[in-house]
């Protein structure tokens, strides 16, 4: 199973973009697919993620207001939807996803997740 991400580039503060992240097969759709990022010289973060078969969904503390997570209604796909861009969102961001239903405790954290696509960058300009 792959998982693809699309819909990186660059935009000026404040403004928006939308990441996809597609899975090559109906494999979790009970499971979690979820955003992370890491950018330069920093360590790899949790963005957000959503657990398909119910609607459960977690942002972390520095995106909430300002990015959204969804699904579509194959669960084969996940879009982050990205408004009022910081130059601190600059980052590559990573798609993952797993079968598994996690507790919503564990959706941030990356030991939940089995499956990683690669990654998509993002660059925002002040």
């Known amino acids: 199973v792959q998982l693809q991400a699309f819909g990186g580039g660059s935009v000026q503060a404040g403004g928006s973009l939308r990441l996809s992240c597609a899975a090559s097969?109906?494999?979790?759709?009970?499971?979690?697919m979820g955003w992370f990022r890491q950018a330069p010289g920093k360590e790899r973060e949790f963005v957000a993620s959503?657990?398909?078969?119910?609607?459960?969904?977690i942002l972390a503390d520095s995106v909430k207001g300002r990015f959204t997570i969804s699904r579509d209604a194959a669960k084969t796909t996940v879009f982050l939807q990205m408004d009022s861009l910081k130059p601190e969102d600059t980052a590559v961001y990573y798609c993952?996803?797993?079968?598994?239903?996690?507790?919503?405790?564990?959706?941030?954290?990356?030991?939940?997740?089995?499956?990683w696509g690669q990654g998509t960058l993002v660059t925002v300009s002040s």
């Open positions: 993952a996803a797993d079968r598994r239903r996690p507790i919503v405790s564990a959706m941030s954290l990356e030991r939940s997740y089995d499956y």
């Open positions: 097969a109906r494999t979790f759709t009970n499971g979690v």
């Open positions: 959503i657990r398909l078969g119910d609607p459960a969904k």
